[in-house]
């Protein structure tokens, strides 16, 4: 695979968790060497990247985005030489690898903040986070509860997220210049780029006004339509960063990346972040927020890369990721809501056919657009949120802070299936696991689909080749057709038609199908929940 120029443009990225991907020690937690071991796997399935959430030292209080040390590998996942050894492996099986940085906020275990919780109020350690004598307004953590702690001598300190995640004081100099030293930390050891964590909350209004309209959801970020600019987000100070970041990676051969984790509205505010000189790609997350339906979805393909277009930037898409239901799930609902706030054995459950149905569907419509596209593991075996899982196996901060109203995040996160008669599903040699594994996911074993036809890892291995055959992520979308149930666009020789209706529509006469999510009619028709690729 040639490591061309501009790759990201049309790239597709596949999200490794690393607690969930692979274990191999058998502790029941993944690690770099499991996840090194299955790059084949990974090559085998087509994709151009791999993404590693978190890795570094950490406490764990919120699966490693709470990082003691954003140079050192935490011990429950290996060690440098381990992070060394996989950059090398994926380099040689031609994929690239983009780690994650968290400049939001540290760990309360990072030197830093052990320092300042160490020095008097004041004190040019307290400078780098956030410290005041009392709490200076309303905020409240994304995960629920105020954003303000004190300390055993009375300050304050703010938290968007856990107590155990103290924001940084991006006003300083000092925060600055250690986040371009940590870039070039992981750039000169081969990353090909970053994933940067809630970039749109790093500078906060100076006025640390009041907000009266925060949303405690896990995600937080998309505030309500009518509201106004929060103080929080997406101030027009982080652009100022993300430029001098760009200007440090531009130093770097072979086009390293910057993808921005932005939860930001409109689309026009969010495309500020793929200005030619600041970050390369921003997660689209209007469109995953966006139901299984017809009109919703092309207003969203429309505006958004509408506002990309004008910045010169493509769009770069997602379905699932490690902080909301997965895709499988959340479509198997039929009453108009998202459902992305993790789904407990006390909710409504999801209509399990259905939402495999859709999300092959939805996949296959999403790789169909050009632009660049990421997967989240798991989903090209099909596979659904855990919706059962007993409380007590728990562990995402939501869950405590939201005093239980959110069962949170754990339920994308369960430990994937890849072989179906081993222990743990081979997902490491012992049956040991972190969260439980669904009895249901043995059939879904990456071993049970492989080589099988119809399967949906054979769905997404084949939507793969064809998307690179097509060069579908370089192209244009044209809509065609005018029937209100159905969504069809011409992408370069590609015709991709999916049906949201409730009855079969035919194909244009003499379509040679190359792909289809799920099986057509005896007359060659497209039933309902399907998406199709035809040659135009
Ligand atoms: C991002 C991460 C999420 C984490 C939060 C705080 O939203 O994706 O998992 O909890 O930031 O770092």
């Not at 997967?375 to 239980?404: C, I, K, N, V």
């Not at 754990?410 to 430990?415: A, E, I, L, S, T």
């Amino acid at each position: 695979m040639p490591l061309s120029s501009d790759w990201w443009r049309s790239a597709v990225i596949y999200q490794i968790y690393p607690r969930s991907f692979a274990d191999s020690n058998g502790d029941g937690m993944g690690d770099l060497p499991g996840i090194t071991a299955r790059l084949s796997d990974l090559r085998e399935l087509g994709v151009d990247a791999v993404w590693l959430s978190p890795f570094y030292r950490s406490p764990q209080h919120d699966a490693g985005y709470d990082v003691a040390d954003y140079r050192a590998v935490d011990p429950r996942f290996g060690d440098l030489g381990d992070a060394d050894k996989l950059i090398a492996e994926a380099k040689q099986l031609g994929l690239r690898v983009i780690v994650d940085l968290v400049p939001n906020h540290t760990s309360s275990e990072h030197a830093w903040f052990q320092a300042a919780l160490a020095s008097a109020p004041g004190s040019p350690e307290r400078e780098r986070y956030i410290f005041r004598d009392e709490p200076p307004n309303n905020w409240r953590s994304v995960f629920g509860g105020p954003a303000w702690e004190q300390t055993t001598d009375g300050q304050w300190y703010l938290h968007l997220f856990d107590v155990s995640q103290p924001d940084l004081n991006w006003a300083n100099p000092q925060v600055r210049a250690e986040f371009v030293a940590i870039l070039r930390f992981w750039l000169d050891r081969g990353a090909d780029g970053f994933r940067v964590d809630v970039a749109h909350g790093l500078v906060k209004d100076p006025s640390l006004a009041g907000w009266e309209y925060g949303d405690d959801t896990v995600l937080g970020g998309l505030t309500p339509q009518d509201a106004p600019p929060p103080p929080i987000w997406d101030q027009d100070g982080v652009h100022e960063i993300y430029r001098e970041w760009r200007s440090v990676l531009d130093e770097y051969e072979d086009d390293r990346i910057l993808v921005a984790e932005a939860w930001v509205q409109p689309a026009e505010r969010l495309a500020h972040y793929v200005r030619p000189d600041e970050m390369h790609q921003a997660f689209n997350f209007e469109y995953l927020v966006t139901p299984w339906a017809a009109a919703p979805l092309r207003a969203v393909i429309d505006r958004t890369t509408g506002a990309n277009a004008e910045v010169g930037a493509p769009t770069t898409w997602v379905l699932s990721n490690h902080d909301v239901t997965r895709h499988a799930s959340r479509f198997g609902f039929s009453d108009g809501k998202d459902h992305r706030n993790g789904i407990s054995a006390r909710d409504p459950q999801p209509d399990a056919p259905l939402g495999l149905r859709r999300a092959r569907a939805a996949s296959l419509q999403m790789l169909g657009l050009p632009g660049s596209a990421y997967l989240y593991q798991g989903e090209e075996l099909g596979l659904p949120e855990h919706t059962t899982m007993p409380d007590e196996f728990r562990q995402d901060p939501a869950w405590e802070r939201s005093g239980h109203a959110e069962p949170g995040r754990d339920g994308c996160r369960v430990p994937i299936p890849w072989e179906a008669d081993a222990p743990s599903y081979g997902f490491g040699p012992t049956d040991a696991s972190w969260l439980p594994q669904p009895a249901s996911w043995a059939e879904l074993a990456l071993d049970r689909q492989r080589g099988v036809a119809g399967s949906t890892y054979e769905l997404y291995r084949a939507a793969l080749r064809l998307r690179r055959e097509h060069d579908l992520g370089n192209g244009t979308l044209t809509w065609t057709g005018s029937q209100p149930e159905v969504l069809a666009f011409a992408n370069g020789d590609v015709l991709v038609l999916s049906n949201f209706g409730d009855e079969p529509v035919a194909l244009p006469g003499g379509s040679q199908v190359l792909l289809s999510s799920g099986p057509l009619t005896g007359d060659g028709q497209v039933p309902p929940d399907v998406t199709v690729w035809v040659r135009r």
